[in-house]
């Protein structure tokens, strides 16, 4: 059964459905943009960056063998031309691209492949990714430093590479499109050492043509690029520096035309009902889910009536209200547009009286005192003093504990320290659109564990096993049940209900005039923030 | 004068090194671990040890320090953990826009004190004189973000005069050369206001005005000089006021300093650069003082150096 796999197949669902009109991808090239943050970007080394800033420069400066369709969650080949799967699902064959550059004039081939995937899973290049890769086979022995290169990479000829897994892994073509398996070329990765972050070099649509450090970067067009017709704009400078609120300013006077950060909150509604600019706002979903973690190692909230209590009292509207309605209510963990995500699921009623009959049950008729962890910034404290009322019409004492962002994951870490968590600021949003991304560090074993991201230190070894049986669901065929199976495991999870799902955020950014392309790519759900790629210019159409 | 110099150094590096030894105490004590966030969110337990390990984060703080030290000493200031870049490369990167700032800031506090310390002063007791040191107060009383968002607001958003934030061009300088300024501003008006008065009291002014010179020339070439020369030592310690303005006036700016600097690394726990911007500031304050204590005497013979 070798075959060839229709990418459709694997896509696992699509956030906005395909962007349907060829036209933008006809669109002429030429031009230029600005886009303005307000942190500095850290580094664009792809083994290294892992923040929602250089996400997508990274994307831009560099390819990997998987990548996404724009502005959708659905798979497709990039530097890889073709890739066939061994019948057990254990084997992954890629053929490459010819002809393909680096920023160097070098071509890309096989080798680099190895290199970069070596090169990413060793302890020494202290990549955040390298944990992605563990089903190639080899990992262990790279991870615990006894081989210096994965054995399970194998290089057939230049442009030929084939990848042995040490277990089945359906997701992963989605490890093989995140930024951590970008390309990179060995003699300028060697020349730089630790500073190739700052001196990028891959075979990206974009090249790094200047960073002055603390104020700007220039990215400008790749002429070699393979992708023909790619990138549209000529140059794009990302200006570092300035509040959200100066950004949105500056493109209101038309001094900027994307602001990096997205529409600050203060002036959310001031913009969205400017007849002026409402027009250039665009709001696009995105695969997070902000929820409240309930400790369950930690009385009380090792009493599941009490966790199911918590989950009707909380008052998810209100929280939304507070947020100028920039998410929709949750009641599962997965996020609306995740595969898996259960539609028909009605999860938890709103419902105080239930709620606390509930904890009466469980022996706690006059309530209890506790805490909630937050972060510090607004408007999660907000948030959480809603949440503090909803839990003391049930008779629940909650004291805030409003904290840096660093503080309150080093107290969810700790076995037992933060009985409950408002996940506002830190909450999870997916690495890549696949609903394994949602269980293993947040609500698996495996995250349970001191300096873990599971704050509810939620650890049901039957849900692990079903976990994994749904992981080895390599088959396209089997796509469909490897989804439902995820799915029962989500819902038996609400059943526990170590969390209490709050809202999905939505994200919502603005453009000028001057730039074009559909929404979606400007609210790209893998391209995060934006798909520089595919934004092109009206000025020279 | 020399030895009194070598002494002042020496003092100087202690200072130093005390503020080095209890910024790296508190950086350690905050219950954020570099290693996790270095490694983010999806690295297992093995990846955050050996990271942990890799950095030396694993052993005690007197090692860690003494470690630190030792890279110190040889101008290594380390690496930024999120960054991954040289913290000496980042601070260089970012200091001429902080020294710009800074020159400016000074010139606009010198210019527009002196001046209305003069005016204060000559017509003192006056409704002008009263508004002055109204005005002075309020400098030296509104927080900077405040005098920072509003200045933005009004010369850059609402009468367009200047770019709204950012570096590059005079114009950028000087809503935040201002907003700095206005502190010092104050500070410098009332000195010089009261240093005139009493210079004003003394008996060469009035032998002067006996010898017949003219109003503006005695208060130019005779009173003036002399009352500022007290005011020329402060701007030493005043360097230490500005380098506790730049973190809050270069963020509201979007001005790309070392205070800017500061401000990202703070929010990210990423304390080489948290270290490194504490012990450059440190140096500039220790030097500013120093410098004061040296100006003093030229100003005031009566002061001696022991």
Known sequence: MKKTLATSLLALGTAFGPVQAQDFLDAKQGGAMIVTYKDDVSTLDPAIGYDWQ?????????????????????????????????????????????????????????????????????????????????????????????????????????????????????????????????????????????????????????????????????????????????????????EIGLEPIVALLRLQQGQADIPGDGIPPAKFLEVTQDPAFKDLVIEGGQLHTGYITMNVNMAPFDNVKVRQAVNMAINKDRAVRIINGRAVPANQPLPPTMPGYAPDYEGYPYDPEAARALLAEAGFPDGFSTEMYVFNTDPNPRIAQSFQQDLAAIGIRAEIRSLAQANVIAAGGEPDQAPMIWSGGMAWIADFPDPS?????????????????????????????????????????????????????????????????????????????RLGGPDAIFVDPVHVPVNYDFVYSTDVQ | MWAYVVRRLGESLLILLGISVVTFALLYLVPADPARQIAGRSATAETVANIRAQLGLDQPFHIQYARYLGNLLQGDLGRSYLQRTEVSEL????????????????????????????????????????????????????????????????????????????????????????????????????????????????????????????????????????????????????????????????????????????????????????????????????LGNLLADLIAPLVDPRIKLK
């Open chain 1, 54 to 238: 250089n996400w997508s420069m990274i994307k831009s400066l560099f390819d990997g063998l998987m990548d996404y369709e724009p502005g959708t969650t659905e798979l497709k080949k990039d530097l890889a031309e073709d890739y066939t799967i061994s019948d057990d699902g254990m084997t992954y064959t890629f053929t490459l691209r010819q002809g393909v550059k680096f920023h160097n004039g070098r071509e890309m081939t096989a080798e680099d492949v190895k290199y970069s995937l070596d090169r990413v899973t060793n302890p020494a290049t202290q990549s955040p990714g390298a944990g992605f890769f563990g089903s190639i086979a080899g990992y262990d022995a790279m991870a615990a430093g006894e081989a210096d290169s994965l054995s399970g990479v194998t290089v057939i000829d230049p442009y030929t590479v084939e990848i042995r897994l040490s277990r089945p892994d359906a997701t992963f073509l989605h490890v093989m499109a995140i930024n951590f398996s970008s390309i990179v070329p060995k003699e300028v990765v060697e020349e730089f050492g630790e500073d190739f972050g700052k001196n990028p070099v891959g075979t990206g649509a974009f090249y790094l043509e200047n960073w002055t450090l603390g104020q700007s970067l220039t990215f400008a067009r790749n002429t070699e690029y393979w992708n023909e017709g790619l990138p549209k704009l000529d140059k794009i400078t990302f």
């Open chain 2, 91 to 286: 601070i260089a990167a970012r200091m001429p826009a902080t020294l710009l700032l800074m020159a400016a800031a000074i010139t606009v506090e010198l210019i527009l004190g002196l001046t209305i310390g003069v005016i204060a002063a000559l017509r003192r007791n006056s409704a002008l004189d009263q508004s002055l040191m109204v005005f002075s107060f309020v400098t030296i009383s509104a927080p900077q973000f405040v005098v920072g968002i509003l200045l933005l607001y009004v010369f850059a958003v609402q009468l367009n005069w200047f770019p709204i934030g950012g570096y590059g061009t005079f114009a950028h300088l000087v809503l935040p050369a201002i907003t700095i300024g206005l502190l010092g501003t104050g500070w410098y008006s009332r000195m010089m206001r009261s240093s005139m008065i009493d210079v004003l009291a003394q008996d060469f002014v009035r032998t002067a005005r006996a010898k017949g010179l003219g109003r503006m020339r005695i208060i130019l070439r005779h009173v003036a000089p002399n009352a500022i020369l007290p005011i020329i030592a402060m701007i030493g310690i005043d360097i230490g006021l500005f380098m506790s303005g730049i973190v809050v006036v270069e963020s509201v700016f979007g001005w790309p300093g070392i205070g800017q600097l500061a401000w990202q690394a703070i929010q990210r726990v990423d304390i080489p650069i948290i270290m490194g911007v504490t012990l450059i500031s440190a140096c500039f304050i220790v």
């Open chain 1, 437 to 513: 991304n949602f269980y293993g560090p947040i609500l698996g074993c495996d995250g349970a564990v001191q300096g873990g991201w599971n704050w509810s230190w939620y650890c049901n070894e039957d849900l692990d096993a079903a976990a994994n049986a749904a992981d080895a669901m390599t088959d396209p065929a089997e796509a469909e049940a490897r989804e439902a199976a995820w799915r029962d495991i989500y819902l038996k999870i609400m059943e526990d209900a170590p969390w209490v799902p709050v809202f999905n955020e939505q994200r919502f950014t603005m453009r000028s005039a």
